[in-house]
């Protein structure tokens, strides 16, 4: 089985016995996420594959919170929803490469990427000035790392406000400073 993106191994944890929350499944951006969590990290689809003689699929269509209990023992998840449509498709298979293929078909599927986005980007959260972004790029230079962009997250603004740039520790991204 497989849902959202978490930092945890791949088969689910058993939730039904309470000594761990179900698995959630809500877009949050956790800066210090917990290992082996039943929180969702970045993306939150309801999605769901089973392997075992075929490989079958489950996709809840809707976009509310929701949680998702497991039962490891009888192999049966139970979704858990407050509001919104009841919209399920299941996806019959018998390969994953024909689960997928039934999910995309429902959702569209993905154009080819560009090509900068087959390079390499460093991206994190806690650049404090130019001078960190400098040295970040020099350190890749020294050691012959390839690095094609840097990205950072919003601590270069002011009280985290896009294109509001913190002129103290930003000091020539004035495309984006109100000055």
């Not at 996709?59 to 929701?66: G, L």
């Not at 959260?125 to 130019?130: D, L, N, P, Q, R």
Request: charged fraction near 20%.
């Amino acid at each position: 089985m497989g849902l959202h993106e978490r930092s945890s191994i791949v088969s689910l944890f058993h939730t039904t016995d309470f000594k761990r929350d179900p698995y959630r499944f809500k877009t949050v951006d956790y800066g210090n996420y917990a290992m082996n969590s039943t929180k969702s990290c970045y993306g939150a689809v309801p999605l769901m594959y089973a392997f075992g003689n075929i490989t079958s699929g489950l996709f809840f269509h809707n976009a509310a919170e929701m949680w998702i209990d497991i039962n490891t023992e009888d192999q049966s998840a139970y979704f858990m929803v407050y509001s919104g449509v009841l919209d399920i498709f299941l996806l019959t298979g018998p390969t994953l490469p024909d689960a997928v293929r039934q999910y995309t078909d429902l959702t569209g599927k993905v154009h080819l990427a560009q090509l900068l986005t087959f390079s390499y980007h460093q991206s994190r959260w806690g650049y404090k000035s130019e001078e960190d972004v400098k040295n970040i790029i020099e350190n890749y230079d020294k050691y012959n790392i390839p690095l094609d962009a840097v990205w950072m997250d919003l601590d270069y603004t002011i009280g985290y406000r896009w294109f509001i740039s913190n002129l103290t520790g930003f000091r020539t991204l004035k495309v984006f400073s109100t000055g």
